[in-house]
């Protein structure tokens, strides 16, 4: 195998259309090592940064990255090419989305809608 087929570009897209990155990460990094890195390079003018690793989902070609696995076993060879730019989509949990989820737990009938 030669160098640049052990490594990734990957960058990583903010909800708001911003991103971090792109940076090479060999594949053999974890998951949890992706959102860690993305925790150490949150930008600082953003509110309701990542606290933890938990609060990060990371979603590549529809699929959401699972921490115990590394970037090679969520690898896609319909979208990963190698020499391209892999963009990874960030969903972070905020605390509000805990105050919804425990007032949705009440006995009262509601129901929601969530259009991803």
């Known amino acids: ?9 990957i960058k990583f897209r903010l909800i708001d259309g911003s991103d971090i990155g792109p940076k090479i990460f060999p594949t053999a990094t ?4 992706l959102k860690e890195n993305i925790i150490a390079q949150w ?21 959401i990255l699972e921490n115990n ?14 020499g391209v730019v892999t963009t990874m989509h960030v969903v972070v949990r905020t605390p509000a989305m805990e105050v919804k989820k425990s007032l949705s ?6 129901c929601g809608c969530v259009i991803l």
């Open 105 to 110: 737990d009440s006995k009262q009938n509601k």
């Open 69 to 82: 696995r590394t970037v090679e076993d969520c690898r896609s060879p319909l979208y990963d090419i190698p």
């Open 30 to 33: 974890s998951v949890a090592t």
């Open 1 to 9: 195998m030669s160098g640049a087929e052990d490594q990734m570009e």
């Open 43 to 63: 930008p600082k003018e953003k509110e309701n940064g990542p606290r933890t690793v938990k609060d990060i989902k990371l979603i590549s070609a529809g699929r």
